[in-house]
């Protein structure tokens, strides 16, 4: 199936430290969503963007939705050891009148305390 | 408090079995989805389903089967004609088909 490309594909930082990583496609969406997992849990969404421009905060967490509707970026402020895990991405596209849900591989990020 | 389940955590299974994942939510959506994760891997999808008595196939739909008896129930049977079953096996479901998708806690499949 079609994916997206999200970068990088893993991170090691040092605690405090601020963290980016993007995601980007040749289609155009509708809604960007990111996701954090826990090693051995499910996702849990963490922003979702609606609007191209759009910029969304929650807590030190920042994304936004590319003016293109092609891309994505998170950003991360002052890290903590909590931040570890694995972020996706995820796109939606009304394809055709047939809604689907395109999902990055994932940017694995470890925190050094 | 509004969620999905899924259960078990763990299941482990000898090959040649049939085996059911439970996944239920009682946040009244109308889509639920399965997912199969693989190390290092994103998410795959299995199936999904938008209404009741309703599913179509996902991008792995081979040696899967499910059903959607009830709007909070959608169970996964992972049949002997699946190849490489071990695996993460996650549930979602969102309000609308393909909205934000919220997950359950995964059960994670050993086959042997």
């Known amino acids: 199936g079609q994916q997206l490309n999200q970068s990088p594909q893993s991170m090691f930082i040092q605690e405090g430290e601020d963290v980016s990583m993007n995601c980007t496609s040749s289609?155009?969406?509708?809604?960007w969503l990111w996701y954090k997992q826990d090693p051995g849990e499910g996702p849990v969404l963490l922003i979702a963007?609606?609007?191209a421009g759009e910029l969304t905060s929650n807590g030190r967490l920042t994304a936004q939705f590319g003016i293109t509707r092609k891309d994505s970026f998170l950003n991360i402020s002052a890290s903590i050891p909590s931040d570890v895990g694995i972020y996706f991405c995820?796109?939606?596209?009304?394809?055709?009148?047939?809604?689907?849900?395109?999902w990055g591989l994932g940017t694995s990020l470890a925190v050094n305390p | 408090d509004g969620g999905i389940t899924q259960s078990p955590k763990y299941l482990f299974r000898k090959e040649g079995q049939n085996v059911t994942l439970s996944c239920e939510q009682n946040?009244?959506?109308?889509?639920m989805y399965w997912y199969r994760q693989d190390p290092g891997q994103g998410l795959r999808l299995i199936y999904y389903?938008?209404?009741?008595?309703?599913?179509q196939k996902g991008d792995i739909a081979e040696g899967y089967s499910v059903s959607r008896e009830k709007k909070e129930s959608f169970p996964l049977t992972v049949t002997s004609a699946q190849k490489n079953p071990t695996a993460f096996y996650l549930c979602?479901?969102?309000?609308?088909?393909?909205?934000?998708?919220?997950f359950g806690p995964g059960t994670r499949l050993t086959v042997t």
């Open positions: 979602a479901s969102s309000y609308g088909p393909f909205y934000e998708q919220y």
């Open positions: 946040l009244n959506h109308d889509a």
């Open positions: 389903s938008q209404i009741v008595n309703d599913f």
């Open positions: 289609s155009i969406f509708n809604t």
């Open positions: 963007l609606y609007k």
């Open positions: 995820a796109g939606q596209t009304n394809a055709g009148n047939n809604r689907k849900l395109i």
